[in-house]
């Protein structure tokens, strides 16, 4: 997983267009509604929480939202989430899935992901969100990039992973701390629909750099004679559970040859190879440039999404002790 840092410049600017782009519509839209519980509950404060809101915040508002709901409860709504695919349905079932599915309508007539924000013609849409953050690779497993091309036309960007499913919460489907870009397979073929939560997973703009970098860490093993296996190693039950959720380890086993070339980089040169690489290009190129040049990656880790297996290869270059854990 890559830290995106909130505090940084274009993050901070991607949520201001965001609020831009998506606050006057969600008014709009509650303004229409025929509940009047949920017009009270939706305030223009209620609505900038829910837009740009941190995790906890928009969880609990979520959480709020439906006792405020007369006769509503969150559980009552996820039961009818449950429930509204089964067959045969109990009679409480049926009643229960007749009862919430006008409510469901009518949050979804507000906070609609799929037929407003995600589609290309949409005026602010994903596309729009995906070319401000400019985040180059998956943020869940760095393997992937996630380019985003908007001229002449909005052709291709990320996929945007709800790490609250918009399923079990409608009215997180726009919150822009839900979204995290990300590739196909990490968002629709691994993770899903599955259930994250804030004490048991990883959240990329809630646990720092330091926190992330730490509690995940790539390293390695010999299957045999000059084949290599990846090793995850993990500090925390959260830093287990996340690389469990998007099959980190089992992903990374297609970039084993990787780990060969690594290798032989080390046994080949007795001393530094970014030192020898350094002297040859003293006074040209720069250190960071060096290492790019020399692995084709970002050794800083503010620039691991920059490039695909960014922070594999420092992980396993530390160990290897091609570079030093300290070395820029």
Request: aromatic content about 12%; overall charge positive.
């Amino acid at each position: 997983m890559i830290y995106i840092n909130s505090n940084d410049a274009k993050i901070k600017s991607a949520l201001n267009f965001h609020i831009n782009g998506l606050f006057s519509i969600l008014k709009r839209r509650v303004s229409r509604c025929t509940n009047s519980d949920i017009r009270n509950f939706l305030s223009d404060g209620n609505l900038m929480i829910f837009l740009q809101g941190n995790p906890d915040e928009i969880q609990g508002l979520n959480n709020q939202f439906y006792s405020s709901i007369t006769n509503y409860t969150f559980n009552g709504y996820n039961d009818f989430r449950l429930n509204i695919d089964k067959e045969p349905k109990s009679r409480a079932e049926k009643c229960n899935v007749t009862k919430y599915r006008t409510l469901h309508l009518l949050i979804e007539t507000i906070f609609n992901y799929e037929t407003s924000f995600s589609k290309k013609t949409t005026k602010y849409s994903t596309y729009n969100l995906a070319k401000n953050l400019d985040i180059n690779t998956c943020v869940y497993c760095n393997r992937m990039y996630t380019k985003t091309v908007f001229t002449p036309d909005k052709l291709t960007r990320p996929e945007f992973d709800h790490w609250f499913p918009k399923s079990k919460y409608p009215l997180l489907a726009l919150s822009f701390y839900n979204l995290i870009p990300s590739c196909h397979i990490c968002n629709s073929s691994l993770k899903g629909a599955t259930n994250l939560n804030l004490n048991e997973y990883l959240h990329p703009y809630i646990d720092d750099e330091k926190t992330i970098n730490n509690d995940i860490k790539f390293s390695y093993y010999n299957k045999s004679l000059n084949t290599y296996g990846f090793k995850m190693n993990t500090l925390s039950s959260k830093g287990k559970n996340t690389i469990e959720a998007f099959k980190i380890k089992e992903i990374y086993e297609t970039h084993e040859e990787e780990i060969k070339e690594l290798r032989r980089i080390r046994d080949v040169y007795s001393d530094s190879y970014l030192q020898k690489l350094s002297t040859l290009y003293k006074g040209i190129i720069s250190q960071d440039e060096v290492y790019r040049l020399a692995f084709g990656v970002y050794i800083e880790e503010a620039k691991f999404e920059k490039r695909p297996l960014s922070k594999m290869k420092k992980d396993i270059l530390i160990e290897l002790g091609i570079i030093t854990k300290n070395e820029k």
